[in-house]
């Protein structure tokens, strides 16, 4: 394995009044990158938007950055005023897809309130709405999002969407839907498609160190709809696979021919061991699954680099159409990160 850095520059086409605050909240919090020709789509688990670079060095920088609203395309149930906390991209079939967490959140204590109003904030747990997102936008011949063909995404419901509503039947995760994700409840942080199937990995929860990924499988895409095929072994609307990854969850998900590869990281708010595995001849499955780590069907390929409170890896994509490399992004970059400036952000190269 070696390492290098590209740099990511974002702030070409923000408005120079507010392009400070702006810049700041998409390099702080990159949790998900997907590359395809010669650009890196990537979001954030802050905004509402995707944002696009591009590069002509070869991959030493991306620059050029465009911006699109989601809601100009899916419907975002509270707008533009809530986060989606995207935490998966995945291109396939000339689309984009982006995944939200799913997940409820718990307020965090506050350094500067008494320790009655902090112990007050640990019970209050919050609902956004904008979080269960599944969706699907077509990109044109330049890879700009459009309008040309509709986009689409899973039906919303009263609480969150269809995928939401099986799951509050399920055996193995109907528990942890009242959970917050940093309490090890249900976190969606990592997504891969290929052709009509769809990959969701869990970051939490783990289940006695087992970790949890949801294939989906695309019935039709019509009306602005995702219309999900019945493949689960109780007739729902996903498999289950577990993967052994040493307790860790996933962060992200790429197709890689017939495998998988899972970026792992800890599931609750702390900091710890990072790898990621390559999960063999995964889309052949027909049923759902149970895979131990020491099978030769599940191997750890690298270890990757993890700060204290800094360097979250989140999100993960092959380098410039290179199976052979890995850029990997961070969620709270550490300030060795921002050497450039505030509106440029380093990313990491692994070559395999």
Request: charged share 25%; proline share 4%.
């Amino acid at each position: 394995m070696s390492l290098s850095q590209v740099f990511l520059n974002f702030n070409s086409i923000l408005n120079p009044r507010d392009s400070d605050n702006k810049v700041k909240e998409i390099c702080d919090s990159l949790s998900a990158v997907v590359s395809v020709d010669k650009y890196l789509f990537l979001g954030g688990d802050e905004t509402t938007t995707i944002e696009r670079l591009e590069t002509h060095d070869g991959g030493a920088t991306f620059t050029n950055h465009q911006q699109w609203k989601i809601s100009e395309f899916v419907k975002l149930p509270s707008g533009d005023d809530e986060e989606i906390d995207i935490e998966g991209m995945a291109c396939s079939d000339r689309s984009l897809w982006i995944v939200g967490s799913h997940s409820l959140k718990r307020r965090q204590p506050n350094p500067k309130k008494t320790a009655a109003e902090n112990i007050k904030r640990l019970v209050d747990v919050s609902t956004e709405r904008n979080r269960y997102l599944l969706a699907r936008i077509p990109l044109d011949s330049n890879y700009n999002l459009t309008k040309t063909s509709p986009s689409a995404q899973l039906e919303i419901t009263d609480t969150g969407n269809i995928l939401i509503d099986a799951l509050k039947k399920d055996k193995h995760f109907k528990s942890f839907l009242n959970i917050p994700s940093k309490d090890n409840g249900i976190d969606i942080e990592g997504l891969a498609v290929s052709q009509n199937k769809i990959f969701i990995g869990l970051r939490g929860p783990v289940l006695r160190g087992w970790t949890s990924i949801l294939e989906l499988e695309c019935k039709s895409i019509n009306d602005s709809n995702i219309e999900l095929k019945k493949i689960g072994s109780e007739n729902q609307p996903y498999r289950k696979h577990f993967v052994q990854l040493g307790g860790l969850g996933v962060r992200d998900l790429i197709v890689d021919g017939q495998d998988l590869l899972i970026l792992a990281g800890p599931t609750m708010d702390l900091d710890g061991p990072v790898e990621v595995f390559r999960w063999k001849n995964a889309l052949t499955n027909r049923e759902e699954s149970l895979t131990w780590g020491n099978e030769g069907s599940l191997e750890s390929v690298l270890k990757v680099p993890y700060g204290e409170d800094t360097d979250h890896a989140e999100g993960i994509t092959f380098f410039a159409s290179n199976t052979k490399s890995l850029m990997i992004v961070y969620d709270s970059p550490s300030n060795s990160r921002k050497q450039r400036g505030s509106s440029t952000i380093q990313a990491d190269i692994f070559t395999l």
